[in-house]
T-cell receptor, first 113, second 111 residues
Framework: DAMVIQNPRYQVTQFGKPVTLSCSQTLNHNVMYWYQQKSSQAPKLLFHYYDKDFNNEADTPDNFQSRRPNTSFCFLDIRSPGLGDAAMYLC????????????FGDGTRLSIL | QKEVEQDPGPLSVPEGAIVSLNCTYSNSAFQYFMWYRQYSRKGPELLMYTYSSGNKEDGRFTAQVDKSSKYISLFIRDSQPSDSATYLCAMSLAYGQNFVFGPGTRLSVLP
């Protein structure tokens, strides 16, 4: 089945230690998104790639960066995680040429020690 | 005022009940409306997707959009314990625009 896969499902890192979360997709969608979701809150869009074009949300901290080396893969880099960055990180994809809804992965739950 | 509002619940109903979940929004320009179901420790899963006003039915699920009132609803008939999850509404302005999510309503269907 075509899908969005996030690895790892659970990630523990230390305060200030860089961490990378990964997302891959077999849907061949041209748009990939990264969301942060804290408990009982709506997913908060961090940034998205429309093809190779990177679009950062205005309130996304500089601590968060992303890379998309090809259509199938996208990475979320957190340079110096703080305690407030503990959350579920969701990757989503969509076909941006037809305003179809987003398809989500199962997320990576990040814990900060 | 938040762009999309949703009663966070939790909402508890007995098995077999009809469930009504609702969202209100402030931006009258929204045209595309979605409902996602999110189980604990999983990503959101698309349930329903509608464009503009009207109703859409899929099995036990019915989505309604009332653009004049800026109000959308999801009805679940014959609710099952497996429907217990958080339900997120989402909406977007138009072609290629990003989606705005509500905070979700947590539903528990009791056997």
């Amino acid at each position: 089945d075509a899908m969005v896969i996030q690895n790892p499902r659970y990630q523990v890192t230390q305060f200030g230690k860089p961490v990378t979360l990964s997302c891959s997709q077999t849907l061949n969608h041209n748009v990939m998104y990264w969301y942060q979701q804290k408990s009982s809150q709506a997913p908060k869009l961090l940034f998205h790639y429309y093809d190779k074009d990177f679009n950062n949300e205005a309130d996304t901290p500089d601590n968060f960066q992303s890379r998309r080396p090809n259509t199938s893969f996208c990475f979320l880099d957190i340079r110096s995680p703080g305690l407030g960055d503990a959350a579920m990180y969701l990757c989503a994809t969509s076909n941006g040429d037809s305003n179809q809804p987003q398809h989500f992965g199962d997320g990576t739950r990040l814990s900060i020690l | 005022q938040k762009e999309v509002e949703q009663d966070p619940g939790p909402l508890s109903v007995p098995e077999g009940a009809i469930v009504s979940l609702n969202c209100t929004y402030s931006n009258s320009a929204f045209q595309y409306f979605m409902w996602y179901r999110q189980y604990s420790r999983k990503g959101p899963e698309l349930l329903m997707y509608t464009y503009s006003s009207g109703n859409k039915e899929d099995g036990r699920f019915t989505a309604q959009v009332d653009k004049s009132s800026k109000y959308i609803s999801l009805f679940i008939r014959d609710s099952q314990p497996s429907d217990s999850a958080t339900y997120l509404c989402a909406m977007s302005l138009a072609y290629g625009q990003n989606f705005v999510f509500g905070p979700g309503t947590r539903l528990s269907v009791l056997p």
